[in-house]
Protein backbone atom coordinates (compact mmCIF):
# COMPACT_ATOMS: atom_id res chain seq x y z
CA UNK A 1 0.00 0.00 0.00
CA UNK A 2 2.86 2.31 1.05
CA UNK A 3 6.26 1.86 -0.44
CA UNK A 4 9.15 3.70 0.29
CA UNK A 5 12.24 3.10 -2.45
CA UNK A 6 15.58 4.17 -1.62
CA UNK A 7 14.14 7.64 0.36
CA UNK A 8 16.79 9.95 1.11
CA UNK A 9 15.85 13.28 2.57
CA UNK A 10 18.43 16.42 3.21
CA UNK A 11 17.15 19.18 5.10
CA UNK A 12 19.39 22.22 6.14
CA UNK A 13 22.54 19.82 4.62
CA UNK A 14 21.60 17.46 7.49
CA UNK A 15 20.93 13.90 6.55
CA UNK A 16 16.92 13.01 7.51
CA UNK A 17 16.15 10.21 5.90
CA UNK A 18 19.05 8.05 5.05
CA UNK A 19 18.45 5.67 2.17
CA UNK A 20 14.90 4.45 3.42
CA UNK A 21 13.44 1.76 1.75
CA UNK A 22 10.23 0.51 3.44
CA UNK A 23 6.64 -1.67 2.80
CA UNK A 24 3.32 -0.65 4.66
CA UNK A 25 0.75 -3.23 4.28
CA UNK A 26 -2.74 -2.51 3.35
CA UNK A 27 -5.00 -2.44 6.60
CA UNK A 28 -2.21 -2.78 9.37
CA UNK A 29 -1.18 -0.41 12.45
CA UNK A 30 2.21 0.42 11.34
CA UNK A 31 4.51 2.50 14.38
CA UNK A 32 7.33 4.67 13.55
CA UNK A 33 9.08 5.32 16.65
CA UNK A 34 12.14 7.47 17.27
CA UNK A 35 13.70 9.79 19.72
CA UNK A 36 12.70 13.87 18.98
CA UNK A 37 14.12 14.95 15.74
CA UNK A 38 15.14 11.83 14.02
CA UNK A 39 12.91 12.52 11.29
CA UNK A 40 9.35 10.61 12.28
CA UNK A 41 7.20 13.81 11.04
CA UNK A 42 9.23 14.12 8.11
CA UNK A 43 8.55 10.45 6.84
CA UNK A 44 4.98 11.05 7.30
CA UNK A 45 5.39 14.40 5.37
CA UNK A 46 6.85 12.22 2.61
CA UNK A 47 4.15 9.93 2.15
CA UNK A 48 1.31 12.55 1.35
CA UNK A 49 3.63 14.78 -0.34
CA UNK A 50 3.89 17.56 1.64
CA UNK A 51 7.93 16.86 1.24
CA UNK A 52 9.74 15.78 -2.27
CA UNK A 53 12.50 13.30 -1.14
CA UNK A 54 15.96 14.66 -2.08
CA UNK A 55 16.31 11.11 -3.71
CA UNK A 56 14.62 7.83 -3.82
CA UNK A 57 10.46 7.48 -4.71
CA UNK A 58 7.41 6.94 -2.26
CA UNK A 59 4.58 4.94 -3.59
CA UNK A 60 0.96 4.83 -2.27
CA UNK A 61 -1.77 2.31 -3.84
CA UNK A 62 0.18 2.23 -6.76
CA UNK A 63 1.19 5.92 -7.22
CA UNK A 64 4.00 7.88 -7.25
CA UNK A 65 3.47 10.28 -4.78
CA UNK A 66 7.14 11.84 -4.58
CA UNK A 67 6.74 12.60 -8.69
CA UNK A 68 2.97 13.11 -8.85
CA UNK A 69 1.19 16.82 -9.84
CA UNK A 70 -2.43 17.98 -9.92
CA UNK A 71 -5.19 15.70 -10.43
CA UNK A 72 -3.01 12.27 -9.70
CA UNK A 73 -1.79 13.91 -6.41
CA UNK A 74 -5.00 15.38 -5.77
CA UNK A 75 -6.01 11.26 -6.35
CA UNK A 76 -3.77 10.38 -4.33
CA UNK A 77 -4.18 12.40 -1.60
CA UNK A 78 -7.91 12.00 -1.10
CA UNK A 79 -6.85 8.01 0.44
CA UNK A 80 -5.50 9.86 3.40
CA UNK A 81 -6.92 11.12 6.53
CA UNK A 82 -4.01 13.14 8.46
CA UNK A 83 -4.29 13.58 12.27
CA UNK A 84 -1.97 16.31 13.28
CA UNK A 85 -0.18 17.01 16.61
CA UNK A 86 -2.38 19.43 17.48
CA UNK A 87 -5.42 18.62 15.50
CA UNK A 88 -4.61 21.96 12.91
CA UNK A 89 -8.23 22.67 13.55
CA UNK A 90 -9.33 25.70 11.78
CA UNK A 91 -9.84 28.04 14.95
CA UNK A 92 -12.87 30.79 13.47
CA UNK A 93 -14.69 27.44 12.91
CA UNK A 94 -16.70 25.37 14.83
CA UNK A 95 -15.66 21.65 15.63
CA UNK A 96 -18.37 20.72 13.37
CA UNK A 97 -17.77 23.14 10.33
CA UNK A 98 -13.78 21.88 10.81
CA UNK A 99 -15.39 18.32 10.39
CA UNK A 100 -17.26 19.37 7.33
CA UNK A 101 -14.58 21.55 5.82
CA UNK A 102 -13.45 18.52 3.83
CA UNK A 103 -17.15 17.47 2.76
CA UNK A 104 -18.33 21.39 1.62
CA UNK A 105 -15.25 22.24 -0.19
CA UNK A 106 -14.71 18.56 -2.24
CA UNK A 107 -18.16 17.00 -2.30
CA UNK A 108 -21.13 18.07 -4.28
CA UNK A 109 -23.60 16.66 -1.77
CA UNK A 110 -26.83 18.61 0.32
CA UNK A 111 -26.34 19.99 3.60
CA UNK A 112 -28.30 17.46 5.17
CA UNK A 113 -25.83 14.60 4.17
CA UNK A 114 -23.33 16.79 4.80
CA UNK A 115 -24.83 17.12 8.37
CA UNK A 116 -25.45 13.36 8.73
CA UNK A 117 -22.10 12.22 7.91
CA UNK A 118 -20.74 15.05 10.35
CA UNK A 119 -22.90 13.78 13.39
CA UNK A 120 -21.11 9.60 12.55
CA UNK A 121 -17.74 10.90 12.53
CA UNK A 122 -18.60 12.94 15.71
CA UNK A 123 -20.11 10.20 17.13
CA UNK A 124 -17.63 7.66 16.34
CA UNK A 125 -15.19 9.68 18.27
CA UNK A 126 -17.59 10.78 21.19
CA UNK A 127 -18.11 14.32 20.41
CA UNK A 128 -21.54 14.38 19.26
CA UNK A 129 -22.49 16.88 21.77
CA UNK A 130 -19.14 19.52 21.00
CA UNK A 131 -19.69 19.90 17.49
CA UNK A 132 -20.80 23.67 18.42
CA UNK A 133 -17.66 24.63 20.19
CA UNK A 134 -14.89 25.97 19.35
CA UNK A 135 -11.38 24.53 18.99
CA UNK A 136 -10.23 27.07 21.84
CA UNK A 137 -12.95 26.06 23.85
CA UNK A 138 -12.06 22.16 24.14
CA UNK A 139 -8.92 20.36 25.19
CA UNK A 140 -5.84 19.20 23.96
CA UNK A 141 -6.93 15.43 23.55
CA UNK A 142 -10.54 16.22 22.23
CA UNK A 143 -9.00 18.86 19.84
CA UNK A 144 -7.11 15.73 18.35
CA UNK A 145 -10.46 13.43 18.12
CA UNK A 146 -11.97 16.31 16.12
CA UNK A 147 -8.92 16.08 13.70
CA UNK A 148 -9.57 12.63 13.86
CA UNK A 149 -13.07 12.68 13.15
CA UNK A 150 -11.97 15.27 10.16
CA UNK A 151 -9.54 12.91 8.80
CA UNK A 152 -12.16 10.06 8.55
CA UNK A 153 -14.80 11.76 7.52
CA UNK A 154 -14.05 11.25 3.59
CA UNK A 155 -13.58 7.48 4.55
CA UNK A 156 -10.12 7.24 3.69
CA UNK A 157 -8.11 4.22 3.10
CA UNK A 158 -5.19 5.45 4.75
CA UNK A 159 -4.73 7.47 8.08
CA UNK A 160 -1.38 9.16 9.20
CA UNK A 161 -1.14 10.20 12.86
CA UNK A 162 1.51 12.43 13.95
CA UNK A 163 1.94 12.15 17.67
CA UNK A 164 -1.57 11.47 18.30
CA UNK A 165 -1.33 10.64 21.89
CA UNK A 166 1.34 13.74 23.19
CA UNK A 167 0.79 16.12 25.84
CA UNK A 168 -2.18 13.98 26.98
CA UNK A 169 -2.71 12.08 30.07
CA UNK A 170 -2.21 8.41 29.96
CA UNK A 171 -6.33 7.85 30.42
CA UNK A 172 -7.37 10.11 27.30
CA UNK A 173 -3.88 8.51 25.54
CA UNK A 174 -5.23 5.09 25.96
CA UNK A 175 -8.61 6.22 24.73
CA UNK A 176 -6.88 7.45 21.47
CA UNK A 177 -5.06 4.33 20.88
CA UNK A 178 -8.50 2.37 21.51
CA UNK A 179 -9.90 4.94 18.96
CA UNK A 180 -6.96 3.94 16.68
CA UNK A 181 -6.82 0.48 16.89
CA UNK A 182 -11.38 0.70 16.53
CA UNK A 183 -10.94 2.61 13.29
CA UNK A 184 -8.30 -0.16 12.10
CA UNK A 185 -10.81 -2.84 12.87
CA UNK A 186 -13.99 -1.54 11.99
CA UNK A 187 -13.07 0.37 8.62
CA UNK A 188 -10.09 -1.74 7.68
CA UNK A 189 -8.06 1.55 7.42
CA UNK A 190 -4.18 1.41 7.15
CA UNK A 191 -2.89 2.83 9.86
CA UNK A 192 0.34 4.44 10.29
CA UNK A 193 1.38 6.21 13.92
CA UNK A 194 4.04 8.11 14.25
CA UNK A 195 4.55 8.40 18.41
CA UNK A 196 7.27 8.85 21.46
CA UNK A 197 4.74 6.75 23.34
CA UNK A 198 5.86 3.17 23.00
CA UNK A 199 3.11 1.56 25.49
CA UNK A 200 0.37 2.86 23.05
CA UNK A 201 2.79 1.32 20.31
CA UNK A 202 3.08 -2.04 21.75
CA UNK A 203 -0.64 -2.31 22.59
CA UNK A 204 -2.00 -1.24 19.32
CA UNK A 205 0.88 -1.96 16.57
CA UNK A 206 1.37 -4.78 14.04
CA UNK A 207 4.50 -3.83 13.46
CA UNK A 208 6.76 -1.36 14.99
CA UNK A 209 9.90 0.43 12.97
CA UNK A 210 12.44 2.71 15.01
CA UNK A 211 14.22 5.58 13.29
CA UNK A 212 17.87 5.30 14.13
CA UNK A 213 20.21 8.35 12.22
CA UNK A 214 18.13 8.24 9.53
CA UNK A 215 17.35 4.42 9.01
CA UNK A 216 14.97 2.32 10.14
CA UNK A 217 15.58 -0.28 12.43
CA UNK A 218 14.08 -3.81 11.38
CA UNK A 219 10.24 -3.83 11.49
CA UNK A 220 8.67 -6.35 13.60
CA UNK A 221 6.13 -7.18 15.75
CA UNK A 222 5.38 -5.58 19.10
CA UNK A 223 6.47 -8.80 20.69
CA UNK A 224 9.72 -9.06 18.81
CA UNK A 225 10.53 -5.43 19.02
CA UNK A 226 10.65 -5.14 23.01
CA UNK A 227 13.18 -8.63 22.81
CA UNK A 228 15.50 -6.13 20.30
CA UNK A 229 19.17 -6.09 21.25
CA UNK A 230 19.70 -3.69 18.74
CA UNK A 231 21.12 -0.74 21.14
CA UNK A 232 19.51 1.70 20.14
CA UNK A 233 16.19 0.33 21.18
CA UNK A 234 17.32 -1.08 23.73
CA UNK A 235 18.10 2.12 25.32
CA UNK A 236 14.66 3.48 23.92
CA UNK A 237 12.87 0.52 25.44
CA UNK A 238 14.77 0.99 28.75
CA UNK A 239 14.06 4.79 29.44
CA UNK A 240 10.41 3.79 29.20
CA UNK A 241 10.68 1.11 31.84
CA UNK A 242 9.27 -1.91 29.39
CA UNK A 243 11.31 -4.81 29.84
CA UNK A 244 11.90 -7.53 27.08
CA UNK A 245 8.80 -9.70 28.65
CA UNK A 246 7.05 -6.64 27.95
CA UNK A 247 3.94 -5.58 28.28
CA UNK A 248 2.43 -6.91 24.45
CA UNK A 249 0.73 -9.62 26.08
CA UNK A 250 -1.89 -7.19 28.05
CA UNK A 251 -2.88 -5.38 25.23
CA UNK A 252 -6.19 -6.99 24.74
CA UNK A 253 -7.56 -5.12 27.78
CA UNK A 254 -6.40 -2.00 27.36
CA UNK A 255 -7.56 -1.37 24.15
CA UNK A 256 -11.03 -2.93 25.10
CA UNK A 257 -11.22 -0.36 27.29
CA UNK A 258 -12.34 1.95 24.20
CA UNK A 259 -12.95 -0.28 21.65
CA UNK A 260 -16.39 -2.13 20.75
CA UNK A 261 -14.69 -5.02 18.31
CA UNK A 262 -11.12 -5.40 20.40
CA UNK A 263 -9.36 -7.29 17.79
CA UNK A 264 -7.56 -10.59 18.20
CA UNK A 265 -4.08 -11.36 17.61
CA UNK A 266 -2.17 -14.63 16.36
CA UNK B 1 3.30 26.39 -13.51
CA UNK B 2 1.59 26.48 -9.92
CA UNK B 3 2.79 28.21 -6.71
CA UNK B 4 3.73 25.68 -4.56
CA UNK B 5 4.46 25.82 -0.63
CA UNK B 6 7.50 23.54 0.16
CA UNK B 7 9.69 26.86 0.46
CA UNK B 8 7.86 26.33 3.87
CA UNK B 9 10.50 23.35 3.97
CA UNK B 10 13.02 24.85 2.19
CA UNK B 11 16.46 22.97 2.08
CA UNK B 12 18.31 26.12 2.13
CA UNK B 13 19.82 27.95 4.62
CA UNK B 14 22.48 29.47 1.75
CA UNK B 15 24.99 31.87 2.83
CA UNK B 16 26.96 32.59 -0.11
CA UNK B 17 25.98 35.86 -2.07
CA UNK B 18 24.82 34.00 -5.14
CA UNK B 19 22.45 31.70 -3.23
CA UNK B 20 20.93 34.69 -1.70
CA UNK B 21 20.25 36.78 -4.75
CA UNK B 22 19.11 32.74 -5.61
CA UNK B 23 16.71 33.25 -2.76
CA UNK B 24 15.69 36.50 -3.54
CA UNK B 25 14.55 35.35 -6.90
CA UNK B 26 12.75 32.29 -5.95
CA UNK B 27 10.91 34.26 -3.04
CA UNK B 28 9.67 37.10 -6.40
CA UNK B 29 8.92 34.55 -8.55
CA UNK B 30 6.95 32.82 -5.73
CA UNK B 31 5.17 35.46 -4.62
CA UNK B 32 4.15 36.46 -8.68
CA UNK B 33 2.93 33.29 -8.78
CA UNK B 34 0.74 33.33 -5.69
CA UNK B 35 -0.78 36.44 -7.12
CA UNK B 36 -1.22 35.70 -10.73
CA UNK B 37 -2.85 31.68 -9.25
CA UNK B 38 -4.85 33.67 -7.08
CA UNK B 39 -6.01 36.08 -9.97
CA UNK B 40 -6.71 33.23 -12.02
CA UNK B 41 -9.10 31.91 -9.33
CA UNK B 42 -11.07 34.64 -9.11
CA UNK B 43 -14.20 33.22 -11.21
CA UNK B 44 -14.47 30.44 -8.36
CA UNK B 45 -15.05 33.18 -6.29
CA UNK B 46 -17.88 34.58 -8.29
CA UNK B 47 -19.58 30.81 -8.70
CA UNK B 48 -19.51 29.23 -5.11
CA UNK B 49 -21.54 30.53 -2.38
CA UNK B 50 -19.58 29.92 0.22
CA UNK B 51 -16.16 31.56 -1.52
CA UNK B 52 -18.66 34.60 -2.53
CA UNK B 53 -19.54 34.70 1.54
CA UNK B 54 -15.77 34.24 2.45
CA UNK B 55 -15.12 37.20 -0.37
CA UNK B 56 -18.41 39.57 1.31
CA UNK B 57 -16.45 38.93 4.84
CA UNK B 58 -12.96 39.71 3.94
CA UNK B 59 -14.54 42.56 2.06
CA UNK B 60 -15.56 43.75 5.50
CA UNK B 61 -12.51 43.29 7.10
CA UNK B 62 -10.54 45.52 4.70
CA UNK B 63 -12.97 47.88 3.98
CA UNK B 64 -15.04 48.61 7.10
CA UNK B 65 -13.14 47.82 9.69
CA UNK B 66 -10.37 49.88 8.03
CA UNK B 67 -12.75 53.00 8.01
CA UNK B 68 -12.07 54.60 10.96
CA UNK B 69 -8.42 54.87 10.71
CA UNK B 70 -8.91 55.84 7.22
CA UNK B 71 -11.23 58.69 7.95
CA UNK B 72 -8.85 60.01 10.74
CA UNK B 73 -5.74 60.13 8.35
CA UNK B 74 -7.51 61.09 5.17
CA UNK B 75 -9.42 64.11 7.25
CA UNK B 76 -5.97 65.68 8.92
CA UNK B 77 -3.98 64.74 5.74
CA UNK B 78 -5.95 67.49 3.94
CA UNK B 79 -6.34 69.34 6.97
CA UNK B 80 -2.37 69.46 7.08
CA UNK B 81 -2.07 69.84 3.67
CA UNK B 82 -4.57 73.06 3.97
CA UNK B 83 -2.71 74.71 6.46
CA UNK B 84 1.00 74.14 5.15
CA UNK B 85 0.41 75.03 1.76
CA UNK B 86 -2.07 77.55 2.71
CA UNK B 87 0.18 79.49 4.78
CA UNK B 88 2.55 79.55 2.35
CA UNK B 89 0.07 80.58 -0.70
CA UNK B 90 -1.17 83.58 1.67
CA UNK B 91 2.02 85.48 1.49
CA UNK B 92 0.96 85.54 -2.59
CA UNK B 93 -2.43 86.38 -1.24
CA UNK B 94 -3.68 82.95 -3.33
CA UNK B 95 -4.80 81.32 -0.59
CA UNK B 96 -8.21 81.10 -2.10
CA UNK B 97 -7.06 78.52 -4.35
CA UNK B 98 -6.19 76.04 -1.62
CA UNK B 99 -8.98 73.67 -2.54
CA UNK B 100 -7.29 72.95 -5.98
CA UNK B 101 -3.88 72.27 -4.26
CA UNK B 102 -5.80 69.87 -1.91
CA UNK B 103 -7.94 68.17 -4.24
CA UNK B 104 -4.96 67.48 -6.77
CA UNK B 105 -2.34 66.04 -4.09
CA UNK B 106 -5.44 64.08 -2.75
CA UNK B 107 -6.74 62.77 -5.53
CA UNK B 108 -2.96 62.02 -7.55
CA UNK B 109 -1.14 60.46 -4.47
CA UNK B 110 -1.71 60.98 -0.86
CA UNK B 111 -5.89 59.12 -1.16
CA UNK B 112 -3.53 55.66 -2.70
CA UNK B 113 -0.13 56.52 -0.95
CA UNK B 114 -1.97 56.91 2.41
CA UNK B 115 -4.41 53.80 2.43
CA UNK B 116 -1.65 51.55 0.86
CA UNK B 117 0.20 52.38 3.92
CA UNK B 118 -3.10 51.87 6.41
CA UNK B 119 -3.64 48.93 4.40
CA UNK B 120 -0.28 47.54 5.15
CA UNK B 121 -0.50 48.23 8.26
CA UNK B 122 -4.03 46.95 9.70
CA UNK B 123 -4.60 44.08 6.89
CA UNK B 124 -1.25 43.50 5.89
CA UNK B 125 0.02 42.42 9.23
CA UNK B 126 -3.16 40.87 9.75
CA UNK B 127 -3.03 38.61 7.04
CA UNK B 128 0.66 37.52 7.43
CA UNK B 129 -0.10 36.79 11.08
CA UNK B 130 -3.20 35.10 10.61
CA UNK B 131 -1.47 32.84 7.47
CA UNK B 132 1.50 32.80 9.57
CA UNK B 133 0.07 31.47 12.69
CA UNK B 134 -1.86 28.55 10.42
CA UNK B 135 1.26 27.59 9.13
CA UNK B 136 2.64 27.26 12.22
CA UNK B 137 -0.11 25.31 13.38
CA UNK B 138 -0.02 22.79 10.00
CA UNK B 139 -3.61 24.30 9.47
CA UNK B 140 -2.40 25.14 5.67
CA UNK B 141 -0.74 21.82 5.70
CA UNK B 142 -4.04 20.22 6.59
CA UNK B 143 -5.64 22.43 4.26
CA UNK B 144 -3.14 20.97 1.40
CA UNK B 145 -3.80 17.44 2.35
CA UNK B 146 -7.74 17.64 2.56
CA UNK B 147 -7.05 18.83 -0.97
CA UNK B 148 -8.18 22.07 -0.36
CA UNK B 149 -6.05 24.81 -2.05
CA UNK B 150 -4.59 26.92 0.15
CA UNK B 151 -4.25 29.57 -2.32
CA UNK B 152 -8.38 29.05 -3.45
CA UNK B 153 -8.90 28.79 -0.06
CA UNK B 154 -7.02 31.48 1.93
CA UNK B 155 -5.38 34.14 -0.74
CA UNK B 156 -7.92 34.37 -3.43
CA UNK B 157 -10.76 36.10 -1.18
CA UNK B 158 -8.39 38.34 0.43
CA UNK B 159 -6.68 39.52 -2.66
CA UNK B 160 -10.56 39.87 -4.22
CA UNK B 161 -11.55 42.20 -1.14
CA UNK B 162 -8.20 44.04 -1.25
CA UNK B 163 -8.76 44.83 -5.13
CA UNK B 164 -12.07 46.27 -4.27
CA UNK B 165 -11.94 47.75 -1.16
CA UNK B 166 -8.36 49.13 -1.91
CA UNK B 167 -9.19 51.98 -4.33
CA UNK B 168 -12.76 52.66 -2.67
CA UNK B 169 -10.83 53.60 0.33
CA UNK B 170 -8.32 55.65 -1.46
CA UNK B 171 -11.21 57.48 -2.95
CA UNK B 172 -12.79 57.80 0.62
CA UNK B 173 -9.61 59.09 1.72
CA UNK B 174 -9.35 62.14 -0.88
CA UNK B 175 -13.31 63.14 0.19
CA UNK B 176 -11.98 63.19 3.19
CA UNK B 177 -8.99 65.08 2.67
CA UNK B 178 -10.73 67.90 0.72
CA UNK B 179 -13.54 68.20 3.00
CA UNK B 180 -10.26 68.60 6.10
CA UNK B 181 -8.99 70.74 3.71
CA UNK B 182 -12.35 73.07 3.31
CA UNK B 183 -12.39 72.88 7.05
CA UNK B 184 -9.17 74.28 7.61
CA UNK B 185 -9.43 76.97 4.58
CA UNK B 186 -12.58 78.14 6.25
CA UNK B 187 -11.12 78.33 9.84
CA UNK B 188 -7.61 79.42 9.69
CA UNK B 189 -7.53 80.73 6.12
CA UNK B 190 -10.76 82.65 6.05
CA UNK B 191 -11.24 80.88 2.92
CA UNK B 192 -15.42 80.88 2.42
CA UNK B 193 -15.67 76.83 2.54
CA UNK B 194 -18.21 76.79 -0.77
CA UNK B 195 -15.60 78.98 -3.05
CA UNK B 196 -12.91 76.33 -1.43
CA UNK B 197 -15.47 73.97 -2.97
CA UNK B 198 -15.94 75.02 -6.06
CA UNK B 199 -12.55 76.00 -6.71
CA UNK B 200 -11.22 72.35 -5.65
CA UNK B 201 -13.98 70.52 -7.65
CA UNK B 202 -13.26 72.57 -10.57
CA UNK B 203 -9.70 71.76 -10.18
CA UNK B 204 -10.49 67.93 -10.05
CA UNK B 205 -10.00 65.43 -13.29
CA UNK B 206 -10.48 62.16 -14.30
CA UNK B 207 -7.20 61.26 -15.30
CA UNK B 208 -5.85 61.84 -11.70
CA UNK B 209 -8.60 60.40 -9.93
CA UNK B 210 -7.82 57.50 -12.82
CA UNK B 211 -4.26 57.06 -11.88
CA UNK B 212 -4.69 57.58 -8.29
CA UNK B 213 -7.33 54.22 -8.05
CA UNK B 214 -5.71 52.44 -10.57
CA UNK B 215 -2.76 53.17 -7.71
CA UNK B 216 -4.85 51.67 -5.18
CA UNK B 217 -5.19 48.92 -6.75
CA UNK B 218 -1.48 48.29 -7.05
CA UNK B 219 -1.35 48.86 -3.76
CA UNK B 220 -4.07 46.51 -2.96
CA UNK B 221 -2.43 43.28 -5.01
CA UNK B 222 0.97 43.97 -3.69
CA UNK B 223 0.22 44.01 -0.05
CA UNK B 224 -2.26 41.07 0.18
CA UNK B 225 0.88 39.07 -2.36
CA UNK B 226 3.58 40.04 0.01
CA UNK B 227 1.14 39.35 3.32
CA UNK B 228 0.19 36.40 2.26
CA UNK B 229 3.35 34.87 1.00
CA UNK B 230 5.29 36.45 4.10
CA UNK B 231 2.33 34.22 6.39
CA UNK B 232 3.05 30.77 4.01
CA UNK B 233 6.61 31.03 4.50
CA UNK B 234 6.26 31.06 8.25
CA UNK B 235 8.75 28.52 10.27
CA UNK B 236 9.72 28.25 13.57
CA UNK B 237 6.55 29.02 15.49
CA UNK B 238 5.51 32.31 17.43
CA UNK B 239 8.59 33.66 16.76
CA UNK B 240 8.22 33.17 13.21
CA UNK B 241 4.82 34.30 13.37
CA UNK B 242 6.60 37.81 14.67
CA UNK B 243 8.88 37.99 11.61
CA UNK B 244 6.52 37.11 9.13
CA UNK B 245 4.55 40.20 10.00
CA UNK B 246 7.04 42.95 11.01
CA UNK B 247 8.17 41.61 7.14
CA UNK B 248 5.39 41.85 5.53
CA UNK B 249 4.80 45.56 6.94
CA UNK B 250 8.19 46.77 5.94
CA UNK B 251 8.06 45.10 2.53
CA UNK B 252 4.87 46.52 1.69
CA UNK B 253 5.60 49.93 3.17
CA UNK B 254 8.74 50.06 0.80
CA UNK B 255 6.62 48.76 -1.84
CA UNK B 256 3.88 51.51 -1.79
CA UNK B 257 6.84 54.31 -1.97
CA UNK B 258 8.74 52.64 -4.91
CA UNK B 259 5.86 51.11 -6.63
CA UNK B 260 4.20 54.39 -5.99
CA UNK B 261 6.55 56.32 -7.82
CA UNK B 262 6.86 54.06 -10.60
CA UNK B 263 3.31 54.55 -11.49
CA UNK B 264 3.51 58.14 -11.08
CA UNK B 265 6.36 58.12 -13.82
CA UNK B 266 4.66 56.13 -15.34
CA UNK B 267 1.50 58.31 -16.17
CA UNK B 268 3.32 61.98 -15.53
CA UNK B 269 5.93 63.08 -17.69
CA UNK B 270 7.75 66.08 -17.41
Redesign the interface.
Known amino acids: MIRFEQVTKILGGQKILDDVSLTIEKGEIFTIIGSSGSGKSVTLKHIVRLLTPTHGKVFVDGIEVSAAEGAELEKARSLFGYLFQGGALLGWMSVFDNVALPLRERERISEAEVEKRVMESLKMVGLENDGHKFPNEISGGMQKRAGLARAIIHRPQIILYDEPTSGLDPVTARTIDALIHRLNAELGITSVVVTHDLQGAVLISDRIAMLVRGKFVEPSTPEAFIKATHPDVRAFLDAQFIPPEGMAGQWQSAVAVGSKTPRTKE | MRFTR ?1 CL ?1 A ?1 C ?1 ETSLYQLIQQLFSIVGRGTLLTVEAILLFPYQVVNH ?1 ARKEFLRQAYVVGIKSLPVVTLVGLFIGMVLALQVGLEMRRFNQEYYIGAGVMISSLREMGAFMTGLILSACVGSSMAAQIGT ?1 TV ?3 I ?2 L ?5 NPVR ?1 LVAPRLAAMMVMSPLLAFYSCVLSVIGGGIVAKTQLSVPFMTYMKIAVDSADRYDLFVGLLKALIFGVLITGISCLEGLRTTQGAVGVGRATRQAVVVSFLMVLVVGYMVTRMFYTL
Open positions: EYDERMNDEAAEIMSIY
